[in-house]
């Protein structure tokens, strides 16, 4: 069984660029989960996509954006890029159930801006 | 607001020499307490879910405990491969996110 895959693996951008990743689920699963990570924060929750509906989101401006195809294949967008906003993103999928649902990280996409 | 916290931040041991992980939380009630393995440059990989105290789950050389107000991995005889950094997060009923603990980085000497 395939696991999460994220595309691009490795990004460099300038700052005021935007970037769109991707983010592929574990066949199967339809809730798809965005996180930061940075060495001084740590892993911080960006948003939730269930059946194409963002369902929760994190505390992170509006230039962080996110959608879900009836796929369940999810894209995120970060508009006018910062040099805070580097960092690994992780794209986390699970069944979406209401219990305690295991999420699944695939292997991130690190983001650099300059 | 939920809050977990990771003790210790980094711990050394050598090959053999159990011991454990903390994680402390406050949740306003707990649907579930996952634990992960990080590699660097990689991402997390699952190992535990916990959902109430009292739940205990074994996977190799790791037990991961919970009660009302903590949760422990417990590591016997680690071995090199065992190098790294464990995640504790907590996710809270009528949330759909996970809130992350800063980690436990482990090193095993040989």
């Known amino acids: 069984k395939a696991g999460v895959t994220q595309t691009p693996r490795y990004l460099i951008k300038t700052r005021g660029q935007q970037v769109t990743l991707s983010c592929s689920p574990i066949s199967g699963h339809r809730s798809v989960s965005w996180y930061q990570q940075t060495p001084g924060q740590g892993l911080q929750f960006l948003f939730e996509y269930f059946s194409e509906t963002q369902r929760n989101k994190g505390n992170f401006p509006g230039r962080f954006s996110g959608r879900q195809f009836s796929n369940s294949r999810s894209e995120m967008n970060v508009s006018t890029l910062e040099l805070g906003d580097s960092a690994l993103y992780l794209c986390?999928?699970?069944?979406?159930?209401?219990?305690?649902?295991?999420?699944?990280f695939g292997p991130g996409t690190r983001l650099t801006v300059l | 607001e939920d809050q977990v916290t990771q003790s210790p931040e980094a711990l050394r041991l050598q090959e053999g020499e159990s011991s454990s992980l903390n994680c402390s939380y406050t949740v306003s009630g707990l649907r579930g307490l996952f634990w992960y393995r990080q590699d660097p440059g990689k991402g997390p990989e699952f190992l535990f879910t916990l959902y109430s105290a009292g739940e205990e789950k074994e996977k190799e050389r790791l037990k991961a405990t919970l009660t009302k107000k903590e949760s422990f991995l417990h590591i016997t005889a680690p071995k090199p491969e065992d190098s790294a950094t464990y995640l504790c997060a907590v996710q809270a009923r009528l949330k759909n996110d996970m809130r992350f603990g800063a980690g436990t980085r482990l090193t095993v000497k040989p």
């Open positions: 986390a999928s699970s069944f979406g159930g209401t219990l305690g649902d295991t999420q699944y």
